[in-house]
């Protein structure tokens, strides 16, 4: 089928928005017509080496199966879908319900191939372009996606907004609720107010957590921390921050989340724990981490995937907080056309736009 996608063709290209063949959905696959695609930091994958080109991101696209495989028995035509990452479901984590941390993560989610290294996109000189993007590469007006992380929803949702569901938003919520199990009364610092952090700060609000910072370099999205439940904002370039979070936490906190993957704000988390507190990291590492002698005395650390959610189980929960006035993550949301792709990515690298959702052309 022709299909219209965005395309990265070289590390520090511009996304070329071409024709391209996409291969009929496959044995377990489904074709959706795209309805939204957020963008995610980890789209600048490929832009610093870590991915081939060229290829087709984006992986947090929601819409509508329009055509299904064979064996497919759980979606049908028509059905109103939000993708997340792939899973084989057969591993030791995907059969106890962590598929985040499948064994086969990167083979299904970061080379571009269906994990069997078949191709499901051509260009129109029949060159392989990189699809399957963490099992879509939804920065397109239709992408191929598996049954396992097509997750089927009520069509009665404003569709075309639920795409970042299936990861930054995700991430954030189940790094709070699922992954570091946030208690009620407890003391939370989040290091970024992008959107894993702001997603994760109203997930704390949900927990019941009695203290919340939120520490980020801009200021407005620090006021919308505020707004969306965070009891506490710092600006990450106050001098002596640690001992401001120790001032607010009552001597430390009992929880920290990282969502920079910055090292030194990254000790930051580290450093602003009480003993027996839990630290999560989540987020692309830029660079080594050095800790001192004492720096995990007493503290648990977690490197979190996707929040350790199973996306068919969260995705739902999500939607039921949304519904219910207590997760208003459509508020971190800005659309741009498909065909403006650029712009989305620059506002949002620049600190802009929270989350940028693509709309491909109708
Ligand atoms: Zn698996
Ligand atoms: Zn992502």
Partial sequence: MRIRAAVLRGASAAYSLEDLELAPPGPGEV???????????TDQLPRIG???????CGHEGSGVVDAVGEGVSRLAVGDHVVLSFDSCGRCRPCVQGAPAYCDTFIDRNLTGRRPDGTSSLVDAVGGHVGGRWFG?????????????????????????????????VQTGAASILVAMKVRAGSSLVVFGAGAVGLSAVMAAAIAGAATVVAVDLHQHRLDLAAELGATHVVLGDT??????????????????????????VMLHALGCLRMTGVCGYVGVQHGTLELDDM??????????????????????????HWRAGRFPFDRLVETFPLDQIAAAEQSS?????????LIPER
């Avoid at 074709?31 to 930091?41: L, Q, Y």
């Avoid at 590469?137 to 009520?154: G, I, M, Q, Y």
């Fill in 295 to 320: 720096a995990l005395v007493g503290k648990t650390v977690l490197g979190i995937i996707e929040g350790g959610a199973d996306p068919q189980r969260f995705i739902p929960v999500m939607i039921d």
């Fill in 50 to 56: 870590l991915a081939d080109v060229p290829i087709v």
């Fill in 349 to 357: 690298l620049a600190g802009g736009t929270i989350k940028p959702v």
């Fill in 31 to 41: 074709r959706v017509r795209v309805a939204g695609a957020g963008m995610c930091h």
């Fill in 239 to 264: 001098p002596d921050l640690l001992e401001s979070i120790r001032d607010l936490t009552d001597g430390g906190a009992d929880f920290s989340f990282d969502t920079t993957g910055v090292p030194h």
């Fill in 136 to 168: 879509q590469s939804s920065f397109a007006t239709h992408c191929l996606a598996t049954e396992r992380n097509a997750v089927k929803v009520d069509p009665s949702l404003p569709l075309e907004l639920l795409g970042p569901l299936g990861c930054g």
